[in-house]
């Protein structure tokens, strides 16, 4: 097992100072602590570094070997850009094997990153964890309901999906790895997969549904997708973009439209993709 491999996080942010607060405390407190940390402000009103208590969090990561790198967006790019602009940065930036996608709004279980890796040691290319429900955590979903995948999706060739299970919302009473056809958000991957996967599209700055495009890509190019199921994140708002606009409805609905089209097209292109993967993970 490879413990030595240096992370590079990345945490597009966008007026959220206290919670991302709080996800850097999260990773402070983190059993594996070989990473670096890149965030980018996507044209939040007031900078980052007017907020002091982030600042004294940033230095306390600094004193204790981490690299933290910060960048502003002078207008806002939204979701599927701001993580691409993100990676293109990272890759410039170092060499680090790993990348890992946060979100701003999370807290992380103290051995999130520490599970992850053993999944990617586990010859696994991504691999997410669980985001069970803060108020309710004592959910339990027991394994055999939901195996051999976590997250199962089935399509039609009008691009229609026609399961999306949710699995990765509940408390499992095993710690597992389970491959799946859609991680969500929080994930640990290679760094090869961007020679072949980006991020960018035409949804809206809402980004909902980025993370099963970003998931069908990766499956169409041959890397596996995982979920540990004793890696835990909790999200203060909701994962699926959060309550930031109005339009909430019409937004969902735009980008629900792009990923059905672009499913379609892969569908006509390509197959029933899916079930190929998954005929091929069961073998």
Known sequence: MNNNQRISIMVPTRERPSELGLLLQSLRTQT??????????????SPLNQYHFLQC????????????????????????????????WVLAANNNPLLCRLDDD????????????AGINDGYDLVSGLTPPIMNQEIIRENRFVKPFINDVILDKEGNILKNGDDCGYCYEDSELIPTPHFRSTALYKREIHEKVDYKSRLSHHGYREEQIFSFKCLQN??????HTGAIVYH???????????????LIAFNEGILKDWTAGQFEMKGDFIQKWKDEVAQ
């Open 32 to 45: 594996y602590q070989k990473f670096d940390i890149f965030i980018m402000d996507d044209c939040s009103g």
């Open 106 to 117: 999370i807290i992380l279980e103290p051995d999130y990153l520490e599970k992850l890796l």
């Open 57 to 88: 969090l940033i230095a306390r990561l600094k004193m204790e070997g981490h690299k933290v790198f910060m960048r502003r967006n002078q207008f806002m790019l939204g979701v599927s850009k701001v993580r691409q602009a993100m990676c293109d």
């Open 222 to 227: 041959g890397f596996k997708l995982g979920v």
């Open 236 to 250: 203060l708002l909701t994962p699926s973009g959060g309550e930031r606009f109005s339009d909430q409805n019409q």
